[in-house]
C-alpha cells in the first residue's frame, strides 16, 4: 500500500481551487485596515474574537453576521483591489496555479461603487499574484434576493471588462423555488459561462437534485447532504457529477461536528468525483493547503491521489483550454519531477 503523501507534497503540488469567494477572503488584518480607513471603531463595527474571526459560528447567521460586517468596509474601489491582491498573495504563496473565485458584485454596487471601477479594481488587485497565479471569476446572485437580483447580475457581467467564466447561484437554500432562477442559468449559456449552483449545504439532498433536473448545474458547490440520500449518491458517482467540497467551512457552521465526522472520506472511498476548497478562508481559521492536510489525515491520500485530485478540479473547472492544458501540465510536470 503507496505511503501518504507528506506534507512537503501537500506544500509544492500546484494547486486548483473552485470554490473560494473573494467576498469570504477578507482577512481580519485588512477587515481592522478597512474600517479604520472609515473612520470606525473595529470594536464596534466587527465580529472579532481576541483580534480574530471565531472560526466557528452557531450557524450559518452566525458566520453571515461576521461576513457582512467585513464587507461593509470594502466601500471604495481601493478597498476592493486591497482585498483583490492580498487574496492573489495569499493564493501565489499556496502554489495555487488556478482559482476561480466566487465574487458577490451586487453587494458592492448596492454601496455606491460604479461598475467599470469596481472592475478595473478587481483585475489590478489580482493581477498582484503574477502570471503563474491565474485567477478566473465566477460571479454570484444570492437566492435569497430573488429573480430580479439574479438579473441585475446578469447586466453586471455583461458590461464587464474581467475575466469572467461562470455564473453561481449561492445564498439559503429553499428560499425561493429553484424555477426561479431559469431564466439566470439560460443567461448563462447564452453568454458562454459556466453554471455552478450551492446546495446540498444546509438544505436537503432534493437541493443538490433540483439543481442538476431544473437548473442544469454543471457543479454543485457542497453536495455533503447527499451523503444521506444512497440513490443520490450512486447517481452522482455514476453520472461524475462534482462536488466541490470545503470541509472546514461545513464543520465551522455547525453542519458537521468535526472534520472526522465530514463526509469527505466517504466521496473520496466511494469515487465521488470532487474538489478540494476552502470557501471563505479566514473565516474559517483554514486555506487550501490546510484542506488538503485534514484530507490527507482523515482519508490516507497518497501522492497519486493528490496528483489524481488536482488533475480532477482543473478538468472540472469553467477554464479555456489553453488555460486548463497548462495548469495540468505545470501538475503533470511536478508528478513527473
Known amino acids: 500500500m503507496a505511503d501518504r503523501a507528506s506534507d512537503a507534497d501537500i506544500v ?38 481576541d483580534g480574530r474571526y471565531p472560526g466557528r459560528y452557531p450557524n450559518f447567521e452566525g458566520f453571515l453576521d461576521a461576513y457582512l460586517a467585513a464587507n461593509q468596509f ?49 483585475r489590478r488587485g489580482l493581477a498582484v499574484g503574477g502570471p503563474d497565479t491565474r485567477i478566473s471569476i465566477v460571479v454570484d446572485a444570492i437566492r435569497d434576493l430573488g429573480a430580479e437580483e439574479a438579473a441585475a447580475t446578469v447586466r453586471l457581467v455583461e458590461a464587464a471588462d474581467a475575466p469572467i467564466v461562470g455564473l453561481c447561484l449561492t445564498g439559503i437554500e429553499g428560499t425561493m423555488p429553484v424555477e426561479t432562477f431559469l431564466p439566470f442559468r439560460a443567461d448563462a449559456r447564452r453568454l458562454g459561462l459556466g453554471f455552478t449552483v ?25 453536495g455533503v447532504a447527499a451523503i444521506r440520500d444512497p440513490a443520490l449518491l450512486e447517481r452522482l458517482i455514476r453520472d461524475q457529477v462534482v462536488l466541490d467540497v470545503c470541509p472546514s467551512s461545513n464543520v465551522g457552521i455547525g453542519e458537521y461536528p468535526s472534520l472526522e465526522a465530514h463526509p469527505m472520506t466517504e466521496f ?47 478538468d472540472a473547472s469553467f477554464a479555456d483550454a489553453a488555460t486548463r492544458a497548462a495548469v495540468r501540465a505545470r501538475i503533470d510536470a511536478w508528478a513527473d519531477a
Open 12 to 49: 509544492s503540488i500546484p494547486k486548483v481551487e473552485l470554490h473560494i469567494h473573494l467576498n469570504g477572503s477578507i482577512t481580519e488584518a485588512t477587515a481592522l485596515t478597512l474600517a479604520r480607513r472609515h473612520g470606525v471603531d473595529p470594536a464596534e463595527g466587527l465580529k472579532l474574537v
Open 74 to 122: 470594502v466601500r471604495t474601489p481601493d478597498d476592493l483591489e486591497l482585498v483583490a491582491a492580498e487574496f492573489a498573495r495569499g493564493q501565489a504563496a499556496q502554489s495555487i496555479a488556478y482559482s476561480e473565485i466566487i465574487f458577490t458584485a451586487m453587494i458592492f454596487v448596492r454601496n455606491g461603487m460604479e461598475p467599470a471601477s469596481m472592475w478595473a479594481a478587481l
Open 198 to 222: 450551492h446546495a446540498g449545504e444546509m438544505g436537503p439532498p432534493e437541493s443538490v437534485e433540483a439543481s442538476l433536473d431544473v437548473l442544469g448545474a454543471e457543479r454543485i458547490g457542497h
Open 268 to 314: 473520496w472511498r466511494r469515487g465521488v468525483r470532487m474538489t478540494i476548497s476552502s470557501d471563505d478562508p479566514p473565516f474559517f481559521g483554514t486555506t487550501l493547503t490546510d484542506e488538503l492536510r485534514h484530507l490527507v489525515r482523515i482519508a490516507g491520500l497518497t501522492r497519486g491521489d493528490l496528483i489524481t485530485l488536482q488533475r480532477r478540479a482543473i
